[in-house]
């Protein structure tokens, strides 16, 4: 008896932990895009380490009216960054220029921008610590 009761503490305690951390939604309107065609793929960063290399979460919204929105729900707590492209010719990648430089619009969090390379991770990073909405302009 004594076990049983142990294991539904445990097991109630994990439960409460779980629920402890809050979770937010981040929305992210995009502005600046030139036309209605193709799709706008966006990644969600939680790690200096994976910033441009293996996203968090993804998404593809579709444009309207020059604009895009995507939403990422249940984010837990922490330090994110945002990378996004238009995929103009809608053919499912991000087409380069040489050297790897974007042919099409990009746009980063806290429209970070890049010095004879991409953006930091420190200068895109933005803490979820409630529900926000960033802006984000395409370039």
């Known amino acids: 008896m004594h076990r049983i009761f142990l294991i539904f503490t445990?097991?109630?305690i994990g439960l409460l932990l779980s629920f402890a951390q809050e979770k937010h939604q981040i929305s992210i309107e995009f502005s600046g895009i030139k036309a209605d065609k193709g799709d706008v793929y966006v990644a969600l960063y939680n790690t200096k380490d994976s910033f441009l290399k293996k996203p968090y979460k993804g998404d593809?919204?579709?444009?309207n009216n020059k604009k895009a929105i995507a939403i990422f729900k249940d984010i837990p707590e922490g330090d994110y960054a945002i990378s996004?492209?238009?995929?103009e010719n809608d053919n499912k990648k991000m087409d380069t220029k040489i050297f790897g430089i974007p042919k099409e619009p990009i746009g980063i969090s806290n429209n970070a921008k890049g010095f004879f390379g991409p953006p930091k991770y420190k200068d895109a990073k933005?803490?979820?610590n409630k529900d926000i909405t960033l802006q984000i302009t395409m370039n």
């Open 10 to 12: 445990f097991f109630f």
């Open 60 to 63: 593809i919204v579709k444009v």
């Open 84 to 87: 996004a492209f238009h995929d």
């Open 126 to 128: 933005f803490t979820a």
